[in-house]
């Protein structure tokens, strides 16, 4: 079993709220600018896209990848973080 970020670990934890596009796991400082660019700027907007691509870690990993430059360690870290998130709170 792979072992997960603090970040990730509280991500999960509780309700998203308006947490920031830089609170998801594998989103830095870097990477959430180039979503907020294109709208993105919170964690709630990205989770949207996550459902809209009917929560496929592999779509969601690819759009991430081409949406902000993501390698694909970050956009895994990012996918399992909205998945799991999705598990405990939808």
Do not use: Y
Request: proline share 2%; charged share 25%; net charge negative.
């Amino acid at each position: 079993m792979s072992t997960t970020s603090q970040k990730h670990r509280d991500f999960v934890a509780e309700p998203m709220g308006d947490k920031p596009v830089t609170a998801l796991s594998g989103i830095g400082e870097t990477l959430g600018k180039k979503l907020e660019d294109q709208g993105f700027d919170k964690a709630s907007v990205v989770l949207g896209q996550f459902l809209l691509l009917k929560k496929d870690t592999e779509m969601f990993t690819d759009w991430l990848k081409d949406a902000s430059g993501a390698n694909s360690r970050q956009a895994g870290s990012c996918a399992q973080c909205l998945k799991e998130w999705c598990d405990a709170f939808l």
